[in-house]
């Protein structure tokens, strides 16, 4: 006599409290990746690309609302990260620009004698 798996019935609202969790879970893990790269410009891209929002997705359940307020202002403070850099990389990019050439056919030597 064996025992036939049991098939656990949930409520819509249980299904909906696993989805979001799932969904909170997954964009934790993304934004804890994403702090932890090397440079941010490529973990943004990283995980930008692997991100996909899901389909048919409940109301936010009350219960996670602090989870998901916390979430949210993570991903703020990360996304003025990833700008900061952003515009540092920028900066530098155009210091590089501004530095003549070896080949410019400028003066090597500065004759300051004379």
Do not use: K
């Not at 700008?83 to 210091?95: D, K, P």
């Amino acid at each position: 006599m064996s025992a036939e798996p049991v098939e656990e019935y949930l409520t819509p609202h249980q299904e909906n409290l696993e989805r979001w969790d799932e969904v909170l879970t997954q964009l934790e893990d993304n934004l804890e990746a994403f702090m932890d790269g090397t440079t941010v410009l490529d973990q943004a891209r990283t995980v930008a690309s692997a991100w996909h929002p899901p389909h048919a997705l409940g109301p936010l359940p009350a219960e996670y609302a602090t989870r998901a307020r916390l979430l949210s202002m993570a991903q703020q403070r990360a996304y003025a990260q990833l700008r900061s850099e952003s515009r540092m990389i920028r900066q530098q990019a155009e210091l590089i620009r501004s530095v003549p050439t070896a080949s410019s056919g400028g003066a090597v030597y500065l004759d300051v004698s004379g």
